[in-house]
């Protein structure tokens, strides 16, 4: 889904791959013991937020989820937030970010889909959109490389599942630049200083964290839904 070019002449991009890891790689990083260390790492710190994804329910064609576009749309600690995304997977993910609720509902109008019948809610939730996922998150943060371009991260979430990441993010003039060429210039980037450090990135597959909810969510199929 191209975003649209008034909301995001100027754009904060996201470019960020995913990693296999465990309770122990936090420690691991800590110490950067291993062979080779990762350069100029440093610990940012740690903090913890919550997050509540929006989504139409259930959607019947000709409508569409805004996921199924390439787009999430959340609350982070109560703030609005929305990704777009610019190319790659749930894995290797390059996105255009808004933040703010009328930026995201500005962009929302300007998407050619059907939307559900709205409702009396101002803002976004008076688009038709409902809760998809809510948890919170413990984020441990590292800043890598001699500007300290890569961010690292290890997220905990409340429901006991831990992946990593590692960003690059980076504010381009959309004008001027070819954002998808971009963004897969910028990925790899990222492969290629993941690739120095085996011991801290291992090759597994890596779960994302809204991927490992909508899996528990699945298999739990709790009576009455988690919605509260």
């Known amino acids: 889904m191209k975003p649209s070019r008034a909301l995001f002449s100027l754009l904060t991009l996201e470019t960020e791959r995913k990693f296999a890891c465990t309770l122990q790689t936090i ?4 110490k950067n013991a291993g062979s080779p260390p990762i350069r100029n790492l440093f610990f940012e710190g740690q903090k913890t937020f919550k997050d509540i994804y929006y989504d139409f329910p ?20 109560g703030d609005w937030q929305a990704k777009v995304r610019q190319g790659g ?3 290797n993910t390059q996105s255009a970010e808004l933040k703010g609720e009328s ?19 101002p803002g976004l ?12 998150t413990t984020r441990h ?11 690292i991260v290890v997220d905990e979430t409340d429901f006991g599942h831990i992946v990593g990441e590692v960003e690059v993010e980076l504010l381009v003039e959309q004008e001027e630049v070819d954002v998808v060429e971009f963004s897969r210039g910028v990925n790899e980037w990222i492969e290629r200083f993941m690739e120095r450090y085996p011991w801290a990135f291992p090759e597994e ?3 994302g964290k809204l991927s490992a909810w909508f899996a ?13």
């Open 89 to 91: 997977d749930y894995t």
């Open 58 to 77: 259930n959607p019947s064609p000709p409508a569409t989820s805004l996921s199924s576009l390439g787009i999430w749309i959340r609350q982070r600690n």
């Open 205 to 207: 597959e890596a779960v």
């Open 103 to 121: 930026d995201i509902h500005a962009h929302l109008l300007t998407l050619p889909i059907p939307f559900p019948p709205p409702n009396s809610t």
């Open 216 to 228: 528990m969510m699945k298999k739990e199929n709790p009576p009455g839904g988690w919605n509260k």
């Open 141 to 151: 943060s590292w800043r890598a490389d001699e500007k300290g371009i890569f961010k």
């Open 27 to 30: 420690p691991l990083l800590n």
């Open 125 to 136: 939730l008076g688009l038709g959109l409902h809760k998809t996922a809510c948890f919170s």
